[in-house]
């Protein structure tokens, strides 16, 4: 299927925000190739400073390709990756954080058993006292962690509990300010809502809102066009290693992001297969689109 309203190789994208700013990350048809195998091909991507930019796309699209190459796990094997509009080639993942792009992904990196305020500092904790009797700097990264996770609207009333004993939601967000607290200007969430329920989302989405109204530019990677739609400004739908629809929000409804992300033509060969069925309601099933129709902007997007 071609994609409705991408932008040609080498282009920004059309939801470029007032005044024209540089993207922090862009990739101009970028792909990946393993071998034979052809992960991603043709891959157009803009993220800009207090966006989110959603990536969608079924299992097996190219979403988890996609984000080993911007967070510096895998090189891109054609196209462009610009960070701050010049190229680059990350030869590992500190590359990408040295540049502020952060990766959170499902797993976390936390230890369930360690208290919160140890998490946050995972790796990174702070010191205090001469060399060799340096120690831990206790009262500081308590103080730092109480003071982060509050002004990302996150309140926790013991910074000592296991980071385990806490909801689904609080620990993502807890990754989320750990990441901006270490200087994340771009922040890639790998399916943080995936395992949780409607009200852990919730607070997840709202997290994420917070992150782009603090000047973050964020990647939200999911399979769920309904979490996506509530927080997002830009939409790439990925399938089969491809980008099937490249739209700002103003371009594509909801209901059209639904049908993108199910496989719109796909749904609609079905549909005809499925008429001929007794006993099979094929009425919501959308239509085959007309050749070069592209999707109508819905009134109240902004």
């Given amino acids: 299927m071609t994609t409705d309203n991408a932008a040609p190789h080498g282009a920004v994208l059309t939801d470029t925000p007032p005044g024209g700013e540089r993207p922090l990350v862009e990739l101009r048809g970028a792909g990946k190739s393993y071998g034979t195998v052809r992960a991603l091909h043709g891959i157009d991507l803009a993220v800009h400073a207090g966006r989110v930019t959603c990536v969608l796309g079924d299992n097996g699209a190219g979403k988890s390709t996609l984000i080993k190459i911007?967070?510096?796990?895998?090189?891109?094997?054609?196209?462009?990756?610009?960070v701050d509009?010049?190229?680059?080639?990350?030869?590992?993942?500190?590359e990408a954080l040295d540049r502020g792009i952060a990766a959170?992904?499902?797993?976390?990196?936390?230890?369930?058993?360690?208290?919160?305020?140890?998490?946050f500092f995972l790796g990174s904790e702070l010191t205090k006292g001469p060399w060799p009797f340096r120690r831990l700097d206790i009262a500081r990264m308590k103080k730092t962690a109480d003071e982060e996770l509050r002004a990302m609207g996150i309140v926790l009333d013991d910074l000592e509990q296991p980071v385990g004993t806490l909801s689904g939601g609080q620990r993502q967000c807890v990754a989320i300010a750990r990441a901006v607290h270490f200087g994340a200007r771009v922040l890639i969430l790998d399916e943080p809502t995936a395992a949780l329920g409607v009200k852990q989302s919730g607070v997840v989405l709202k997290y994420i809102a917070a992150a782009r109204d603090r000047g973050l530019g964020v990647i939200f990677i999911t399979h769920?066009?309904?979490h996506a739609y509530m927080v997002g400004d830009h939409?790439?739908?990925?399938?089969l290693g491809t980008l099937e629809l490249s739209a700002a929000r103003s371009e594509?409804?909801?209901?059209?992001l639904t049908n993108h992300m199910a496989g719109g033509a796909?749904?609609?060969?079905?549909?005809?297969?499925?008429?001929?069925v007794r006993g099979v309601d094929v009425?919501?099933?959308?239509?085959?689109?007309?050749?070069g129709s592209r999707p109508a902007p819905s009134e109240g997007d902004g």
């Fill in 70 to 82: 911007i967070s510096g796990l895998h090189q891109h094997t054609e196209g462009e990756f610009l």
């Fill in 85 to 94: 509009g010049t190229p680059v080639r990350f030869t590992g993942p500190r």
């Fill in 104 to 119: 959170v992904y499902q797993d976390l990196a936390t230890v369930p058993l360690m208290p919160v305020w140890r998490n």
């Fill in 224 to 226: 769920n066009p309904h």
């Fill in 235 to 239: 939409f790439s739908v990925l399938r």
């Fill in 252 to 256: 594509v409804s909801l209901e059209e």
């Fill in 266 to 276: 796909e749904l609609a060969a079905l549909k005809h297969e499925l008429a001929q």
């Fill in 283 to 291: 009425e919501e099933l959308p239509d085959a689109p007309a050749p």
